[in-house]
């Protein structure tokens, strides 16, 4: 079992940047694929990237890449998101993703946070 807990969200001007946490308990924490997955208003729950237990393979969204970057501290059993130069598009909840395996689709998640809301607006 693993839970979730995601932190460091908020509203931030276009351009600016935010770093999300998110902490794990369980103690299988780094046999877990961790990701990031978001959702805007009316819209589906989207992958925006994902990284495997030892770092060693990551993936982002086209959307997101070059601007996005996600790392885990396995001993502090934490995944971030560094999201930098962010668009009004960013705009969502952003939910942290733990998974035995690597996968972008969301109905192949295995556990989920309860979410952050990440607002860019002037």
């Known amino acids: 079992q693993v839970q979730l807990v995601e932190s460091g969200g908020g509203l931030v001007q276009p351009g600016g940047s935010l770093r999300l946490s998110c902490a794990a308990s369980g103690r299988t924490f780094s046999r877990y694929f961790m990701g990031w997955f978001r959702q805007a208003p009316g819209k589906e729950r989207e992958f925006v990237t994902t990284?495997?237990?030892?770092?060693?393979?990551?993936s982002y969204a086209d959307s997101v890449k070059d601007r996005f970057t996600i790392s885990r501290d396995i001993g502090k059993n934490t995944v971030y998101l560094q999201m930098n130069s962010l668009k009004p598009e960013d705009t969502a909840v952003y939910y942290c993703?733990?998974?035995?395996?690597?996968?972008?689709?969301?109905?192949?998640?295995?556990?989920w946070g309860q979410g952050t809301q990440v607002t860019v607006s002037s």
């Open positions: 990284v495997s237990w030892n770092g060693g393979s990551v």
């Open positions: 993703a733990a998974n035995s395996f690597l996968s972008t689709n969301v109905r192949e998640i295995d556990y």
